[in-house]
T-cell receptor
């Protein structure tokens, strides 16, 4: 079945530094979603990418979908303490089976 | 308010006992999901349901059971056959189709002693 792999597993940065997490799928994805889970909380949807090569921005967050639709990345520019949490990518296997990557846990030194 | 509700937030059970986790949504969503999250781990899919009276096994279904008798409800039973049941359980729902976001409940932290 489809495997969604995410790296790195952990990332610690100084506040103000940039952060990037990468997501790779063993199969072509129809779309990719990104979620954020704050410590002690539940995952919250951030964005969805559908088109090959698509790039979307949300303030300091930049999301990319690879040309082959098998990989994606999330880049945060100039991290802030509010960015702390675990970032997950997710893709649909078939029509309704939503599978998640292992997540990248971001911690920030203020 | 529309949303997805899981109860209870914390649950303690003795080893060998079955326990049922509740998940209710009033978003009129067709699809519902159960995920398990262990410390430092990602979300692993246990079961999912696309429609009432139908559900499919996810990647780690052994030791779990579900039912979907109503569109709004998707309870998960952790049976005594589950070897390591202590974990954080998350329920989610989404509209039908592969281009829709999932909404998550607050989660239930189950501890088996």
């Amino acid at each position: 079945g489809q495997q969604v792999m995410q790296i790195p597993q952990y990332q610690h940065v100084q506040e103000g530094e940039d952060f990037t997490t990468y997501c790779n799928s063993s199969t072509t994805l129809s779309n990719i979603q990104w979620y954020k889970q704050r410590p002690g909380g539940h995952p919250v949807f951030l964005i969805q990418l559908v088109k090959s090569g698509e790039v979307k921005k949300q303030k300091r967050l930049t999301f990319q979908f690879g040309e082959a639709k098998k990989n994606s990345s999330l880049h945060i520019t100039a991290t802030q303490t509010t960015d702390v949490g675990t970032y997950f990518c997710a893709g649909y296997q078939g029509a309704q089976k939503l599978v998640f990557g292992q997540g990248t846990r971001l911690t920030i030194n203020p | 308010d529309g949303g997805i509700t899981q109860s209870p937030k914390y649950l303690f059970r003795k080893e060998g006992q079955n326990v049922t986790l509740s998940c209710e949504q009033n978003l009129n969503h067709d699809a519902m999901y159960w995920y398990r999250q262990d410390p430092g781990q990602g979300l692993r899919l246990i079961y999912y349901s696309q429609i009432v009276n139908d559900f499919q096994k996810g990647d780690i279904a052994e030791g779990y059971s579900v039912s979907r008798e109503k569109k709004e409800s998707f309870p998960l039973t952790v049976t005594s056959a589950q070897k390591n049941p202590t974990a954080f359980y998350l329920c989610a729902s989404s509209m039908w189709g592969a281009v829709t976001e999932a909404f998550f409940g607050q989660g239930t932290r189950l501890t088996v002693v």
